[in-house]
């Protein structure tokens, strides 16, 4: 017998069952709801993200990225604060563009014999959807944040539609 012979809703009618039944709230759905709750709760902060510790947004993923776009280009801004240019890389590869980077720290007092280090790393995978024209992207990096300007091919120039919009009578 497998685990998943035991869940109530995995029996050939693959209904999920509701959490009331006659007598009241359904007990072993009520205790399997609140247990998941739990693990949501306890692991919600853990994962790669919380290797930067004060860098990293409690519930997203780091680097934070900005996205803008006109008819002409697809601009990406991602903030690395406290990292520097040599330790970011952009690379672009089948209409898909990686952010990655990489942060040591080594903290150490020799008067309070003192020393910490931490390392972490990073890697963001963002689809792009349009034909980019490879030879002029530019990346510029300043003050922790990272602009990526991504220009359009003229086929994806011409391909962009206006559409009109009408009221409704």
Same mark, same amino acid.
Request: avoid cysteine; aromatic fraction near 8%.
């Given at each position: 017998?497998?685990?998943?012979?035991?869940?109530?809703?995995?029996?050939?009618?693959?209904?999920?069952?509701?959490?009331?039944?006659?007598?009241?709230?359904?007990?072993?759905?009520?205790?399997?709801?609140?247990?998941?709750?739990?693990?949501?709760?306890?692991?919600?902060?853990?994962?790669?993200?919380?290797?930067?510790?004060?860098?990293?947004?409690?519930?997203?993923?780091?680097?934070?990225?900005?996205?803008?776009?006109?008819? $002409?280009?697809?601009?990406?801004?991602?903030?690395?604060?406290?990292?520097?240019?040599?330790?970011?890389?952009?690379?672009?590869?089948?209409?898909?563009?990686?952010? $990655?980077?990489?942060?040591?720290?080594?903290?150490?007092?020799?008067?309070?014999?003192?020393?910490?280090?931490?390392?972490? $790393?990073?890697?963001?995978?963002?689809?792009?959807?349009?034909?980019?024209?490879?030879?002029?992207?530019?990346?510029?990096?300043?003050?922790?944040?990272?602009?990526?300007?991504?220009?359009?091919?003229?086929?994806?120039?011409?391909?962009?539609? $206006?559409?009109?919009?009408?009221?409704?009578?």
């Amino acid at each position: 017998m497998s685990v998943r012979d035991l869940i109530p809703w995995n029996r050939g009618n693959n209904q999920v069952p509701s959490l009331y039944r006659e007598g009241g709230i359904d007990p072993f759905l009520s205790l399997h709801r609140d247990v998941n709750k739990l693990f949501d709760e306890v692991f919600r902060g853990f994962g790669a993200p919380s290797l930067f510790n004060e860098m990293a947004p409690r519930n997203g993923t780091w680097p934070r990225v900005e996205f803008s776009e006109n008819d $002409r280009e697809i601009r990406v801004m991602a903030e690395v604060p406290g990292l520097e240019e040599k330790d970011v890389e952009v690379l672009l590869e089948d209409g898909v563009l990686t952010l $990655r980077g990489e942060k040591k720290s080594e903290v150490e007092d020799k008067d309070r014999q003192f020393s910490e280090r931490y390392h972490g $790393r990073f890697e963001r995978r963002i689809g792009l959807g349009r034909e980019i024209d490879e030879d002029k992207v530019a990346a510029t990096f300043k003050n922790g944040l990272l602009t990526i300007t991504l220009p359009k091919t003229e086929k994806a120039q011409a391909n962009a539609k $206006r559409i009109a919009i009408s009221s409704e009578k």
